[in-house]
């Protein structure tokens, strides 16, 4: 069974060809929503790997169609992920967390912020995956109506930050020689989900929620800063301005774009940078102004650690 052929409405706005390599199958993003691709693997009955290597734009509607029951168990290597709730709740996963969301989970759509997602999904179809665990192992521990509905309850969305154990098990999933690559398949799935059943008390703390006013405040307070970004503008005047605490909106810019506010519009302003340097005829120093920087010798330093060039060196290479 593979995800995005059962749950093809989900899908269906995304996906552009499909290619049938035999052992795999590689979903590639259509051309009008992004780029990149999500190739999946059948390991054993009920258990599917899928490898996410996209550019996304837009988001992605309603998930969880599925008839039958399943877990999904994300791990983000690389991006930023927005699941926003039918309650108007949201949550949000960024690099190195790992969310384990059951069948019954009501999601009303995903999407990406930093609109590039590197990671691995792990699918199970229950109870062909208990079933397929069970007689890879040689044992019967793997039990639906304990073990699964215990850890991986069906309602229940679980997000927390990959200690290292989970995260050397995830990045070796990449490592796997191509020629064993079932095989090898085979064992790090079984080892990630013992690895999840003796962590049980860390990998069960439910997930951070936001609260819909809360989220609307910090995005509000994102839009500001992006609209002025030749001002300067301090965190207790930014707060003052979408009606929060300093400490809230420090708290919930880290949480729902993965990142300082400090650190967010640092890379914003380089990227801003490049954009118009590849695409005005501003001079650099009224780039610099544009960007936030009355120091245009700052503004160089910062693009050069950033891009490894100065910013008119960058301009003639882009000519």
């Known amino acids: ?68 029951k399943c877990i999904e168990i994300n791990y983000c290597l690389e991006g930023h992920m927005e699941a926003e709730l039918v309650n108007n709740k ?45 007689s890879f192992l040689d044992t019967d521990e793997f039990r639906e109506e304990d073990f699964f509905d ?12 990959g200690n290292e154990k989970l995260d050397n098990i995830f990045k070796a999933f990449y490592l796997i020689p191509v020629e064993y690559r079932k095989h090898f ?48 503008i301090t965190l207790p005047e930014l707060a003052d301005m979408v009606g929060t605490n300093v400490t809230d909106l420090e708290k919930g810019f880290k949480g729902i774009y993965g990142n300082t506010v400090f650190n967010y519009m640092k890379k914003y302003r380089m990227q801003k940078a490049m954009e118009l340097l590849t695409e005005s005829q501003y001079t650099v120093l009224e780039i610099s102004l544009l960007c936030g920087y009355a120091n245009s010798s700052k503004f160089a330093k910062n693009f050069k650690e950033t891009y490894g060039m100065t910013p008119l060196k960058y301009r003639n290479s882009r000519k």
Do not use: W
């Not at 780029?35 to 969880?64: A, L, W």
């Not at 799935?189 to 059943?197: K, P, R």
């Not at 962590?199 to 997930?207: F, L, V």
């Open 1 to 68: 069974m593979r995800r995005m052929d059962a749950d093809e409405q989900f899908f269906k706005s995304i996906l552009g060809s499909i290619v049938d390599k035999g052992d795999a199958v590689v979903y590639n993003i259509a051309p009008n929503r992004g780029s990149g691709n999500m190739i999946s693997y059948n390991p054993m009955e009920g258990i599917e790997i899928i490898y996410n290597d996209f550019t996304m734009y837009g988001s992605m509607k309603k998930g969880f169609e599925l008839d039958k």
């Open 90 to 134: 949201y949550i949000y996963m960024t690099s190195g967390d790992i969310g384990i969301f059951g069948y019954n989970v009501d999601i009303l759509n995903f999407s990406f912020s930093d609109k590039h997602c590197k990671g691995i999904t792990v699918m199970l179809y229950l109870p062909e995956a208990i079933n397929s665990l069970n």
């Open 150 to 161: 215990f850890i991986f309850r069906s309602n229940t969305c679980l997000v927390s930050h």
């Open 185 to 232: 398949l085979k064992i790090k799935v079984a080892e990630l989900i013992l690895s999840l059943m003796s962590d049980a008390e860390d990998t069960t703390t439910e997930a951070v929620y936001f609260q819909k006013n809360y989220v609307d405040k910090i995005k509000k307070a994102r839009r500001i800063l992006v609209d002025n970004l030749d001002r300067k």
